[in-house]
């Protein structure tokens, strides 16, 4: 079953302990060092089915959840920029299976069935959810390039009021705590007129605990309201989601309107262009933290699977040889919690790495503690050495990878030329202004700055550092911010700014105050034209020389 890990590759020594990527070194660590731990203690029974080579292999993959018609699909359509095949978009529960959208050469419909079984896709430990759940799940295949980096996979619209109770026939939550284990990035789906959280949607976040690194929210259709009534709807959403979610930090929550449509209000057109742009960045990252998201994984589920290990050996150690064993059963169920606190001083684990007690609970009422191994001291120093020497090897490897050759970004798509042209974020504001125009910017402004220039007692057409510190300190802002300003205005290095200079050093004033960033190096149309002829006369003169 595990042949893959088992085939000789080049660079690995005798005791397995060099690879040649991390994807490999994740694999041989999993199947050496965790696995055999796993089996021993029924960890697959109880928490979540083994780790297959697809898992490791496979693109980074986004999960879309929120309920009905919060425009999960039209979410898809909008970053593949295409339909896909089996796509259904309408007001009413139109999704209503799972869906996942994948690269393919050939554009077609994998069934459920079908997809379980082949070894290359990292779907087949869904066939445990049975046939209810796998005539409600396809893989879509189609030829796009945003495909090439990512999968996607959309979740049918979570039912509100009495569509609750039409029973899916497959458990949801279920579905999706597998989907969340595996997946890179968790998006919540909230519609700006639609911000109730139903019993199922409630059951369906919780079911992402232990992933809060993963979530994201969108509030989608925010065009839909004016500025104060989003206002009113963030604050709404921020405190709905806070009773679900019990984490202190706040979730990251994008706003916008995520399909090909005009906008129905403008008004805060700026912002939903900045927090597009912002969840496209988020998403293009994945590739290039895929890596490390295995990793990250797999440490989680190796300190799970260490917990679990002294919960089983522990109930094993306590029953009695021979008689009374379903009485001392019970009444190990009922003090589980008190179990898992000693547990937690006698081998210093955090309460956080423990399973739910009411879940693991209900299921060690099926099972014969009697039959429990015992605790085998030698599977826990295996992996107490993986976590502490060998996954230090992998994080080392995954900055070498990336410096070698850097994961290519998340393209097409959406996010072809997000960035570039006219109508990319911030073209022609702050620094970029008066990149593509014929004049000097600076001088549009340049009577009014040389009028405080002139009164600066200029000598020899310049000012000195110490009256150029003067003026600028009236802008209030950190030195820190106005040295990085003068570096960037003293073209020359002299020490002291001509009017030209001045000028410059006001215009980048004024751009950090209206809220824009500085850059690093003065762009090429902001140097000052005096200054730029100087540049021009020293590469010909250069070029002459050669």
């Given at each position: ?32 060092k965790?696995?055999?731990?796993e ?12 780790l297959?080579?697809?898992?490791f292999?496979?693109?980074?993959m ?13 979410f898809?359509?909008y970053?593949?920029?295409q ?5 259904r ?6 999704t ?39 005539n ?90 004016d ?5 009113r ?6 405190w ?29 057109r ?29 440490i ?6 260490k917990?679990h ?7 094993k150690?306590?029953m ?42 209900d ?14 001291m030698?599977l ?6 993986m976590?502490a ?28 030329g ?38 600066l007692?200029?000598v ?11 003026e ?34 006001q ?6 105050l ?33």
């Amino acid at each position: 079953m595990f042949s893959w890990v088992k085939q000789e590759q080049g660079g690995r020594n005798k005791e397995g302990e060099m690879y040649q990527t991390v994807t490999e070194g994740l694999q041989t660590l999993y199947i050496k060092k965790l696995l055999p731990l796993e089996e021993t203690y029924l960890f697959h029974d109880f928490h979540s089915p083994a780790l297959e080579a697809a898992d490791f292999q496979s693109k980074p993959m986004v999960l879309l959840v929120g309920q009905y018609s919060t425009g999960k699909t039209t979410f898809i359509r909008y970053l593949l920029e295409q339909d896909f095949p089996g796509m259904r978009i309408g007001p009413e529960p139109t999704t209503d299976g799972f869906i996942a959208v994948m690269y393919g050469e050939n554009e077609g419909v994998v069934p459920g069935n079908a997809l379980v079984v082949d070894p290359k896709k990292p779907f087949r430990k869904l066939n445990a959810f049975g046939n209810s759940f796998l005539n409600r799940f396809i893989c879509s295949q189609m030829p796009n390039q945003v495909l090439q980096s990512i999968s996607i996979i959309d979740t049918p619209g979570i039912l509100s009021g009495e569509k609750q109770r039409i029973s899916r026939g497959y458990d949801f939550a279920e579905v999706l705590r597998w989907f969340g284990e595996r997946v890179d990035r968790i998006i919540l789906l909230f519609d700006a007129h639609k911000l109730d959280i139903s019993d199922e949607f409630s059951e369906a976040i919780k079911a992402f605990k232990g992933q809060d690194d993963k979530i994201r929210v969108v509030l989608n259709k925010a065009d839909q309201v004016d500025t104060q009534q989003l206002m009113r709807v963030y604050g709404a959403l921020m405190w709905s989601l806070g009773k679900v979610i019990n984490t202190p930090e706040v979730v990251r929550v994008y706003l916008g309107s995520f399909w090909a449509k005009p906008l129905q209000n403008t008004e805060n057109r700026r912002l939903f262009e900045a927090e597009s742009q912002d969840l496209f960045r988020d998403i293009q990252s994945l590739p290039r933290n895929a890596a490390l998201r295995k990793l990250n994984d797999l440490i989680k589920r190796a300190r799970l699977a260490k917990v679990h290990a002294y919960i089983i050996s522990y109930l094993k150690k306590e029953m009695p040889s021979l008689f009374g064993r379903e009485k001392k059963k019970e009444e190990l169920i009922m003090r589980l919690p008190e179990i898992y606190t000693l547990l937690q001083r006698e081998h210093h684990i955090s309460p956080g790495d423990f399973p739910n007690v009411a879940k693991m609970q209900d299921m060690l009422q099926h099972y014969d503690f009697s039959k429990f191994p015992s605790l085998k001291m030698k599977l826990i120093e295996s992996v107490d050495k993986m976590l502490a020497t060998k996954i230090a090897v992998l994080m080392g490897m995954i900055r070498d990878e990336e410096s070698k050759q850097p994961p290519a970004m998340v393209s097409g798509g959406a996010f072809e030329g997000s960035q570039d042209g006219p109508f990319g974020q911030g073209y022609g504001e702050g620094i970029s202004a008066g990149a593509d125009a014929e004049d000097w910017i600076v001088s549009r402004d340049k009577h009014r700055y040389d009028e405080i220039f002139y009164t600066l007692m200029p000598v020899n057409g310049k000012i000195t550092g110490v009256n150029a510190k003067k003026e600028m300190m009236n802008s209030r802002l950190p030195n820190t911010v106005l040295g990085k300003i003068w570096k960037l205005a003293d073209c020359d290095r002299d020490g002291m700014l001509d009017d030209e200079e001045f000028a410059l050093a006001q215009h980048l004033i004024k751009i950090k105050l209206e809220g824009y960033e500085l850059p690093t190096e003065l762009p090429d149309h902001l140097v000052p034209p005096t200054h730029r002829k100087n540049l021009n006369a020293d590469a010909l003169y250069n070029h002459s020389e050669d």
